[in-house]
């Protein structure tokens, strides 16, 4: 009665809720009310204080932004580092936008991007349903078989919502994808064997991106290192977050280089034990972003207490060349 049997009828009813899924299009928001505010004023309101709490820097002009990585923890939990991540963002005006979010129940494929445009209470972000289809096609034996992971993922959502606060209404189109874990596709946890796998995904989305540099933006929500309990661990946070910590800024050292080996060795070194949730998709920013360089804006690490366990979180921006 609880659908709790891998029985006919829970497949049936499965399959049946994955198909009604499909064929909406339209992502209607899932964390509304419980995660964010449900009335749109309300919302804007809640968004620009966060926005608006950590004082705006100075950005030199003449440098493009390519990419920003943002958190997708709890809005108020990671309150900086989205302040710090779309505070990169001033006076730019994408007219697309690369969404790469975390798959965490995505088990079928190593990336799922959907053609579905995200509704929230700020309005409709329409998506980009050709260069959805190029890359659906690109690499069909590492893509989902369906979108229905996206219907409950709050990674992707979480950045549309600071999109559309600071973006003008209906002045951009998203590519939304979400990245799965490696080890669900790649026999090796190496980059090549990663790239072997997921090469002509990644060529799209690089050919994408290079069709017009300046007008599309990538972002990336990822949180890092998740320790505890909570995520396997033995030991409490507070004894694994040192060796976290320096983890996570190995592999933030590595992103600001475009140090795709370094990243990857990196993880490879501790077995990916601090569960880094974001690495898929930040191995994927590192292998189609243009040549540029990164710049990390904030890290922070928040603790819950009643589990002992801690995630780590970091705000990046991606510059390329200065303009001439």
């Known amino acids: 009665q609880s659908f709790l049997l891998n029985s006919d009828r829970f497949r049936e009813a499965r399959d049946r809720i994955v198909s009604c899924f499909a064929g909406e299009s339209v992502r209607v928001?899932?964390?509304?009310?419980?995660?964010?505010?449900?009335g749109p004023d309300e919302l804007r309101r809640r968004l620009?204080?966060?926005?608006?709490?950590?004082?705006?820097?100075?950005?030199?002009?003449?440098?493009?932004?390519?990419?920003?990585?943002?958190?997708?923890?709890?809005?108020?939990?990671?309150?900086?580092?989205?302040?710090?991540?779309?505070?990169?963002?001033?006076?730019?005006?994408?007219?697309?936008?690369?969404?790469?979010?975390?798959?965490?129940?995505?088990?079928?494929?190593?990336?799922?991007?959907?053609?579905k445009d995200f509704q929230t209470p700020l309005g409709v972000a329409r998506s980009d349903k050709a260069a959805v289809r190029r890359l659906s096609s690109s690499a069909a034996?590492?893509?989902?078989?369906?979108?229905?992971?996206?219907?409950?993922?709050?990674?992707?959502?979480?950045?549309?919502?600071?999109?559309?606060?600071?973006?003008?209404?209906?002045?951009?189109?998203?590519?939304?994808?979400?990245?799965?874990?490696?080890?669900s596709c790649v026999p090796e946890y190496r980059r090549q064997a990663y790239l072997d796998k997921s090469g002509p995904f990644l060529e799209t989305l690089r050919a994408i991106l290079a069709e017009d540099p300046q007008g599309t933006l990538l972002v990336a929500g990822v949180?890092?290192?998740?320790?505890?309990?909570?995520?396997?661990?033995?030991?409490?946070?507070?004894?694994?977050?040192p060796q976290a910590r320096a983890h996570d800024q190995k592999l933030l050292e590595s992103l600001c280089d475009m140090d795709a080996e370094g990243f990857w060795e990196e993880s490879a070194q501790v077995g990916d034990r601090y569960n880094v949730c974001g690495f898929s998709a930040l191995a994927c920013l590192l292998e189609v972003l243009p040549p540029c360089r990164g710049e990390v804006l904030s890290y922070d690490c928040w603790h819950e207490e009643p589990t002992r366990s801690a995630v780590s979180f970091a705000s990046m921006v991606f510059k390329g060349e200065k303009k001439r």
């Open 29 to 38: 928001c899932s964390h509304v009310g419980s995660a964010y505010p449900a």
């Open 141 to 183: 034996a590492i893509v989902s078989r369906n979108d229905f992971v996206h219907r409950s993922e709050h990674s992707i959502e979480f950045q549309i919502l600071f999109l559309q606060q600071i973006l003008r209404e209906d002045s951009f189109s998203i590519i939304p994808v979400l990245c799965g874990s490696i080890l």
């Open 223 to 241: 949180d890092l290192s998740h320790i505890g309990p909570k995520f396997g661990h033995d030991s409490p946070a507070s004894l694994l977050e």
């Open 48 to 115: 620009g204080e966060i926005l608006s709490s950590v004082p705006g820097g100075s950005h030199p002009p003449g440098r493009p932004v390519h990419a920003i990585v943002s958190p997708h923890i709890d809005l108020t939990a990671g309150k900086k580092g989205y302040a710090c991540a779309y505070g990169a963002l001033d006076g730019a005006s994408p007219s697309r936008v690369i969404v790469l979010g975390i798959g965490h129940r995505l088990a079928d494929g190593l990336f799922c991007p959907t053609e």
